[in-house]
């Protein structure tokens, strides 16, 4: 299908609706864990082992859930997603604090890659949804499927400073009791509310169609890696510890100081990030481009991004401890990264619909996004290992070569369309 359906602005407010509902979940449920455990005690290792499951669930489930889309339709795998976050945040409510440590380690694992598997479902319905729904002229794809992901984002943000909030007033159980409880609601709601417009199953769809044979869809499935995976390198473990121990002086009132101020920035960061990825169509005039020159410049915008955590790095290297100075340029520096890491994040999330055929968006979108789940997995992994043995330093040294390896993986890209099966 090549335009939009009579109710494809329905069914678009509606995804969108869902998918906001997930990801402020997804961001407070992330702030909630991360702040939790922390103050518990554990390493930055022992943190970042919390959310392995999570992104090891996440490359299976895309891997699989391309498929289950098309043979069973898009509406079935979101509201799947959206039901198995509410059992999630459910049971990580049933946390016994009295449980021992490799007990309680085990089962937030668990219930973390439930979490991974619920958000993936919710992520590959949503953009998948946006090929079908989204005007066929006038850069319209590029439009809708920038404010569906901005926008997302801009809540996931929220969530973060919604986690840390909840966190400081209900305390971790009674957070969580009230998320599930919010998003159960939101369920039901967008069931009741969702008009027709996403596509059915096709019974014919075969497994083996997850696995890509366009060059282009690999070749940005591999950018797509290093650049989230350099995003995870300082997000999910380095940069909160860091602002945490900086902020804390040790004390209950600050601790909830601290958990406030980073959840904040996070907060902050990513509804910045969001934003910009929201209004990039217009940024980078692609309405007026053609696609060759969109895929140029996603190759030029990956450069310009991995020359930040490369300063950040050096900055890091020669500051002999944790000075005003280096806070204040990290503060300042990891906005400039999210703000163009959002440029070439949009770029990617246009760029796969573009590359994607109709009949196989699903299963494209599915392989896209296992890649970017495995960035974050192994973003996730050296975050906490290159903290531990290198501190800032390495952490962001780390993030700019993955950045690098991210343009050199755009650099591939054909600009003449689908270039044959890849090697």
């Given amino acids: 299908m090549t335009g939009a359906r009579p109710d494809g602005l329905g069914a678009y407010a509606a995804v969108t609706a869902a998918y906001w509902a997930f990801m402020l979940t997804d961001g407070a449920l992330r702030m909630l864990v991360l702040l939790h455990f922390h103050t518990l005690g554990f390493s930055p290792v022992q943190l970042a082992n919390l959310f392995v499951l999570y992104e090891v669930a996440g490359m299976v489930t ?8 098309a043979r069973f339709g898009l509406t079935r795998t979101l509201y799947a997603g959206l039901a198995l976050q509410v059992l999630a945040l459910a049971a990580l409510a049933r946390l016994d604090p009295g449980w021992a440590i490799g007990t309680s380690v085990a089962y937030v694992m668990a219930v973390q890659g439930a979490s991974g598997v619920a958000k993936d479902l919710a992520k590959m319905s949503s953009k998948s949804a946006v090929k079908f729904l989204a005007p066929a002229q006038d850069g319209s794809l590029f439009r809708w499927v920038a404010i569906l992901t901005g926008s997302k984002n801009a809540v996931k943000g929220a969530g973060f400073l919604a986690g840390a909030a909840l966190l400081a007033t209900l305390g971790f159980a009674g957070a969580l009791v009230a998320m599930a409880a919010t998003l159960a609601a939101i369920l039901t709601a967008v069931v009741i509310a969702m008009p027709p417009g996403l596509p059915g199953g096709r019974r014919g769809a075969g497994f083996a169609e997850v696995f890509s044979r366009s060059a282009n869809v690999n070749r940005l499935s591999a950018a797509r890696l290093f650049l989230f995976g350099a995003r995870d390198v300082w997000f999910v473990v380095g940069v909160p510890v860091y602002f945490h121990a900086v902020l804390s002086d040790g004390s209950a009132a600050g601790d909830r100081a601290a958990f406030f101020a980073v959840g904040t920035f996070m907060a902050v960061w990513v509804i910045l990030y969001g934003a910009v990825q929201a209004g990039a169509p217009r940024l980078l005039a692609a309405a007026r481009r053609p696609e060759a020159r969109l895929i140029g410049m996603a190759r030029a915008w990956a450069w310009a991004l991995a020359a930040i955590p490369s300063c950040l790095a050096l900055a890091a290297l020669v500051s002999p401890g944790p000075q005003p100075w280096l806070t204040l340029t990290l503060i300042l520096g990891l906005l400039a990264f999210g703000a163009v890491f959002a440029v070439n994040s949009a770029l990617h999330s246009y760029l796969i619909l573009a590359f994607s055929q109709a009949e196989r968006v699903t ?26 043995a290198g501190g800032l330093a390495l952490m962001l ?27």
């Fill in 62 to 69: 895309n891997l699989g859930a391309g498929w289950i889309a």
């Fill in 363 to 388: 299963m494209d979108v599915g392989f896209y996004y296992m890649a970017n789940a495995g960035g974050r997995l192994l973003g996730t992994i050296l975050s906490g290992l290159s903290y531990q």
């Fill in 397 to 423: 040294g780390v993030a700019a070569a993955m950045v690098a390896l991210s343009a050199l993986a755009a650099g591939r890209l054909a600009p003449d369309g689908d270039p044959g099966p890849a090697g």
